[in-house]
């Protein structure tokens, strides 16, 4: 498996409206994206750079508001990466989520229970 590069960190946010108010009022984020469906935005700053994505709290997350940032790590084939990982032992929190068209997405605990999840963005989509 090959790490391409790191996607970018998100949080877990009981409102995720309400979130996207604060980090674009009062933090001065840009808004890049907003999938109210499932619950996703994702902010830049001004000028680009670093992407902070914001996850409404749901029962599919195991994390809950203000607990910590996710990293996400992108990978070409996540059915591989993923039967790798579980090859050499790792824990998977549930399976591979299709966002069709945008990404899929798999979350994996690591051995003091941090989450970190697999990303492959759909062709076309920023990797």
Known sequence: MAIKGLHLAWIVVS???KAIKFYTETV???LNSFEEKFGWAELSGQEGGAVLGIAQ???HEAILPGQNAVITLSVENIQKAKAELEKKG????????????IVKLQMVVDQDGNHFQLVE????QKK
């Open 121 to 124: 963005s759909a062709p076309g």
């Open 57 to 59: 709290q749901s029962d």
């Open 28 to 30: 001065g984020m840009k």
């Open 15 to 17: 409102d995720v409206k």
């Open 90 to 101: 790792a824990t998977m929190k549930g399976e591979i989520m299709d966002i069709p068209g």
